[in-house]
C-alpha cells in the first residue's frame, strides 16, 4: 500500500515538473517575443516620438533600462535548487540519504561529519560518478572525474562505493591541510529517483561555504534537532541568513528534523498526533525572534514548515511523517521556482501605471 501511495506521489511531482517546465518556457518566449516588440517599436517610432514633447512628459511608453535588464536575465531553470543546511548534529545526512532513496552511502558518525560541500545530481546506474570541483575566479572547473559505475548494480551501492565516498568527504590525519581541500565541491552522480526529478541536492558544510558554490535561485532548506530551538540553532540561522542575504530570490523551509513517534499514545490516531506535533514545534519556532519574521501567523497559513524523522524506523506514523513532510517541501520548492517567473510576468505592467 505505501509503495502504491509512493508512485501516486511520484506522478503527482513529476506532472509538476512538466507543468512547471512548460509555464517558465512560455515565460520565457513571450519575454523574448515581447523585448523584440519593444525593439522594433522604439526603432520605428523614434523620430516621431522625439516631436511629441508634451505628450513625452506624460505618458512613458517605453520599459526603462532596469527593467529590461530583468526581462533579459529570465532564464527558464533547467534544474530545481535544493540547499540542505543546518547545524552539526541535525541529522543532515540522514535525511539527504532518506530523501534519495539509494541506501546509506554517506558517511556518518564521524567528527564534523561531511567536511567538504557535497552536489548530488542524477545519472543513470552506467554513468555513476564523482566529480571534483575547483573554485576558479568565476566558476567551477571540473578537475577529476571518477567512475564509480561499477559499484552500482542496483540504484543501492555496495559498501566499496561507501568506502570511496568517505575518502573524498573526510579530511584524515594525512589530509593536508589547505584552503584548496575545503573549497572543492564534490558532485555524486548517482541513479537517485528524487534527484531523476529535475532537482539537485547540496550538502552545506557551514554557511560561508556559500560562496564556493555556484547556484542561481536556490531554496534553502534549513534542518534543526530540537523543538525548544537552542542557542547554537538560532546563531547557525542568524549566520546563514547573512550569508544568503544578497539573494533576493531566496526561500528558507523549516524542518524539525528529531519528532520521536515513541511519544504517540495508543487511543491516538496517525493524522490527530501528526497535527498536534506540527503545531506543537511550529509555536515553538514561533518563539524565536529572529525566525518568526518568515512566517506566517498561523500554521495553516504557513507552507515553509513541517516536520521529520531521522531515526532508522518503519513505522506507520514515521512513514507518513516522512511522505507528507517531502510532499511539502517539493510544492514548496516549485512554487519557489515559479514564483521568478512571476516576477518577470509583472515587469511590463508596473511600468504602464
Aim: aromatic share 10%.
Amino acid at each position: 500500500m505505501a509503495s502504491a501511495s509512493h508512485r501516486t506521489s511520484d506522478d503527482f511531482v513529476k506532472r509538476l515538473i512538466r507543468s512547471n517546465k512548460d509555464i517558465q518556457l512560455s515565460t520565457y518566449s513571450i519575454i523574448s517575443q515581447f523585448r523584440d516588440l519593444q525593439k522594433r517599436f522604439s526603432r520605428n517610432v523614434a523620430s516621431v516620438y522625439s516631436h511629441l514633447g508634451t505628450v513625452k512628459d506624460v505618458v512613458n511608453i517605453f520599459l526603462d533600462d532596469e527593467k529590461m535588464a530583468t526581462l533579459k536575465q529570465f532564464k527558464a531553470m533547467d534544474k530545481i535548487e535544493l540547499v540542505v543546511c543546518g547545524k552539526k548534529s541535525s541529522g543532515k545526512t540522514s535525511f539527504i540519504q532518506q530523501l534519495l532513496q539509494c541506501g546509506t552511502f554517506l558517511p556518518i558518525g564521524f567528527r564534523n561529519v561531511t567536511q567538504r560541500n557535497v552536489k548530488f545530481s542524477y545519472a543513470p546506474i552506467e554513468q555513476v560518478c564523482l566529480l571534483i570541483h575547483r573554485l576558479g575566479k568565476d566558476s567551477h572547473s571540473t578537475a577529476d572525474r571518477i567512475d564509480v559505475s561499477s559499484f552500482f548494480q542496483t540504484r543501492i551501492p555496495s559498501k566499496t562505493f561507501n568506502d570511496i565516498i568517505q575518502h573524498y568527504l573526510i579530511r584524515r590525519d594525512d589530509t593536508i591541510e589547505s584552503e584548496d581541500w575545503t573549497s572543492c565541491l564534490v558532485e555524486i552522480c548517482i541513479p537517485s529517483p528524487f534527484l531523476q526529478l529535475n532537482i539537485e541536492v547540496y550538502d552545506i558544510a557551514e554557511p560561508i561555504d556559500m560562496k564556493n558554490i555556484q547556484i542561481t535561485r536556490p531554496c534553502f532548506l534549513f534542518l534543526y534537532d530540537n523543538a525548544p530551538i537552542s542557542d547554537d540553532t538560532q546563531k547557525y540561522y542568524e549566520e546563514l541568513k547573512l550569508s544568503i542575504c544578497n539573494m533576493t530570490n531566496g526561500a528558507i523551509f523549516f524542518l524539525n528534523t528529531k519528532v520521536d513517534v515513541n511519544d504517540m499514545l495508543h487511543d491516538v490516531e496517525i493524522n490527530e498526533f501528526l497535527d498536534n506535533e506540527r503545531h506543537h514545534r511550529y509555536e515553538h519556532l514561533k518563539n524565536v525572534p529572529t525566525m518568526n519574521n518568515e512566517l506566517p501567523r498561523t500554521l495553516a497559513e504557513c507552507d515553509c514548515f513541517d516536520i521529520f524523522s531521522v531515526k532508522p524506523c518503519e513505522h506507520p506514523v514515521t512513514i507518513t511523517m516522512r511522505k507528507d513532510a517531502i510532499d511539502r517541501i517539493f510544492r514548496f520548492a516549485f512554487e519557489h521556482a515559479l514564483r521568478n517567473t512571476q516576477q518577470k510576468v509583472k515587469v511590463p505592467s508596473v511600468s504602464a501605471a
